[in-house]
């Protein structure tokens, strides 16, 4: 097709879009074509900004490796991680879930632990967490045997795959639900923590004003086959970023009930999950920072 005007260009991208065979990527790609082209008319876009922008998108592969997840972080700041995810789950949206972002900071292969074990796989100063939680399904029956990951950050605000100082896999781990559909664990308290502002997302957070902050948390991921995964996530309402999470992860359903015991914290946790595909979501990041030499 010959461009002859403006409006011409959507038409013909439109139409060449025409022949792709798979439905669902047909109206994924053609959809996203509308929408782009009429952010680019309705903000006029000029072509400096485009510049900026087609740069803004090359930051994001280049500042990616396998100990960080630019993409992901900018998807969360962007509130797009949370909107995917309460679409997906709690009965398409209709009902509270205990489903949330996965983060850009899960790793696979967390050490297989039993029922009550420690997290720390290196000296980690700090308060003391002692871990209860349940899985059960929609009707409140036990699910016994899910695959529970559970990873958090450190009392100083650093995941091990940003801390050299931490020892691999420290504050990491992998449960399997008992008969009751409890799992338990002890560890020590998470910091709220900010996220990295030396990429696109910083550029992002500094141009609204906005700080980097995530309120402490606790990520789960829960997996049986017959029961849709989940990623979780639980929050301490004490922190003072929980209403302003930079990442837009906090739902009512998700708020934890820390209680104070005379060596540190304590915490029970109930999660739902239904029934769906127990696909496993790929690692955003495969590895630990390396020491600075
Ligand atoms: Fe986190």
Redesign the pocket.
């Known amino acids: 097709m010959i461009i002859r005007s403006q409006e011409d260009v959507t038409e013909a991208v439109l139409a060449e879009m025409q022949r792709t065979p798979d439905a669902r990527t047909k109206e994924l790609l053609s959809s996203l074509v509308r929408h782009l082209h009429a952010f680019v008319r309705e903000v006029k876009l000029t072509e400096r900004e485009f510049q900026d922008a087609i740069g803004y998108l090359n930051a994001i592969g280049q500042k990616t490796t396998p100990s960080h997840n630019e993409a992901m972080l900018m998807a969360g700041a962007l509130g797009v991680s949370n909107l995917v995810c309460l679409i997906n789950n709690g009965a398409g949206g209709t009902r509270p879930t205990q489903a949330n972002n996965l983060?850009p900071?899960y790793r696979a292969g967390a050490p297989s632990c039993a029922d009550g074990e420690s997290l720390l796989r290196s000296p980690t100063p700090g308060p003391r967490l002692a871990f209860k939680g349940w899985v059960r399904d929609l009707a409140g029956n036990p699910v016994a045997g899910a695959e529970v990951d559970v990873w958090h950050?450190s009392p100083v605000g650093l995941y091990e795959n940003q801390d050299p100082a931490q020892a691999e896999m420290n504050l990491r781990g992998k449960f399997v639900t008992q008969a009751d559909g409890s799992f338990s664990f002890s560890s020590v308290k998470p910091a709220g923590y900010p996220v990295p502002i030396d990429g696109p997302t910083g550029a992002l957070l500094g141009a609204q004003k906005r700080h980097n902050f995530?309120p402490a948390?606790l990520?789960f991921l829960i997996h049986k086959p017959g029961f849709k995964t989940i990623a979780s996530?639980v929050y301490d309402p004490a922190d003072p970023h929980l209403d302003s999470d930079s990442q837009f992860g906090v739902t009512q359903a998700l708020i934890g009930n820390f209680t104070r015991e005379k060596d540190g914290f304590s915490l029970e946790f109930g999660f739902v999950i239904e029934p769906g595909e127990s696909r496993l979501p790929k690692p955003p990041i495969t590895a630990k920072a390396k020491a600075i030499q």
């Open positions: 983060g900071f950050s995530r948390h990520h996530q």
